[in-house]
């Protein structure tokens, strides 16, 4: 029974902060990729950050310099943090975990940029 718990989503102004969490069990989670996604309604998910097993991290273009990903392998748990958030990066984020063909998705949490 694996299990993605994500929390820290709510609302922010524009130039606002945010930070993510995604609490992770059922898997051995240091051997996993993570990454959060996000889906903006009428669009299709996006890949918005990724931290592999092996230490790699990578980043969509729109967040890269602002997002920063990271991963405690002591408390099963990945990290987003959002700075200099914009309008446009309203949507569901959701936590991801994969290994092969092992992979499993957490229920979302909404993020709403708004003055």
């Known amino acids: 029974q694996v299990q993605l718990v994500e929390s820290g989503g709510g609302l922010v102004q524009p130039g606002g902060s945010l930070r993510l969490s995604c609490a992770a069990s059922g898997i051995i989670f240091s051997i996993y990729d993570m990454g959060w996604y996000r889906q903006a309604p009428g669009k299709m998910r996006e890949l918005v950050a990724a931290?592999?097993?092996?230490?790699?991290?990578n980043y969509a273009a729109s967040v890269k310099g602002r997002f920063t990903i990271s991963r405690d392998n002591t408390k099963n748990t990945v990290f987003l943090q959002m700075n200099s958030l914009k309008p446009e990066d309203t949507a569901v984020y959701y936590c991801?975990?994969?290994?092969?063909?092992?992979?499993?998705w957490g229920q979302g949490t909404q993020v709403t940029v708004s003055s």
């Open positions: 931290f592999t097993r092996g230490g790699i991290t």
């Open positions: 991801n975990a994969r290994r092969y063909e092992l992979t499993a």
